[in-house]
């Protein structure tokens, strides 16, 4: 039986997308454009806030929704939201008290704030220069609870982000969706928000099968999105457990696997 048509390639973008330096390569945008020229539609999901993909809207010319914080806000290209899906309110103090409890740093996104009590904390510069905007800085959390959409958990311990995310888990799995974005990143979300949602909220929208879209991403909070879409390849950089779950492996982000991906997988069956 023949493979359905791709209609739609849905990307990561940190670790997929952009380089290991946060930078949309000429081939990438090239790529993206090539899938405009074929019929292909094209978005972008991640656990960035919206105003950290703003970035890619002009040059990759989207059209689609962006799926920020995995899921958690859909909003247009002109940045109107479409949908958000907070964390229940009642539990944002005590996933901050479970994350902190493994000596994690805590990042809040509340709307288009985000709010960190370590300015100098970890991985805190990075983040700013990536998504192109600086958090504000808090004293407590204390009372922030309502319209929170992510938690972020932050460590350069690999091993204590892994624990924090399997009790994270095992105590709030029907309640909240827990995952790393990056061995040192713990995004925790409304339990609907994560990227298979982004997928079928997606083939809804455009009124296409899942089997019709292409998934492409590196990390653990990947492989939902893989296993609702027809096509799913993994970055070379993405170690074996997420090439394991998909169905076929490009080069690493450093070595535009995300455009040869195009070219070798998406292209040839448009």
Request: hydrophobic content about 45%; proline content about 5%.
């Amino acid at each position: 039986m023949p493979s359905s048509p791709i209609r739609l390639l849905l990307s990561d973008v940190d670790g997929t997308l952009v380089t290991s330096e946060k930078v949309l390569t000429e081939r990438s945008i090239e790529a993206v454009h090539k899938l405009h020229d074929a019929g292909v539609l094209f978005g972008v999901t991640s656990g960035r806030p919206p105003r950290g993909m703003a970035m890619l809207i002009e040059p990759l010319a989207l059209r689609t929704p962006v799926a920020a914080f995995n899921g958690g806000l859909l909003v247009e290209p002109d940045m109107t939201v479409i949908e958000e899906r907070a964390i229940p309110a009642e539990l944002v103090a005590p996933m901050i008290a479970l994350l902190e409890s493994f000596a994690l740093s805590v990042w809040v996104y509340r709307g288009a704030e985000w709010y960190v009590r370590d300015l100098q904390g970890p991985h805190v510069d990075r983040e700013s220069r990536t998504v192109q905007f600086a958090p504000t800085l808090i004293e407590s959390f204390e009372g922030i609870g309502e319209d929170v959409v992510k938690l972020v958990g932050v460590s350069d311990d690999h091993d204590a982000v892994a624990r924090a995310s399997d009790a994270a888990r095992e105590r709030f799995s029907d309640h909240l969706s827990a995952s790393r974005s990056q061995p040192y990143y713990l995004d925790v979300t409304h339990p609907e928000a994560n990227k298979g949602g982004v997928v079928r909220y997606l083939a809804e929208r455009y009124g296409i099968s899942t089997d019709e879209i292409a998934t492409i991403g590196d990390m653990a909070n990947d492989v939902l999105m893989f296993a609702h879409s027809g096509l799913s390849i993994a970055m070379g950089n993405a170690d074996r457990e997420v090439q394991r779950a998909a169905r076929r492996v490009t080069a690493a982000n450093d070595e535009d696997g995300f455009a040869a991906a195009v070219e070798r997988f998406i292209l040839p069956r448009a």
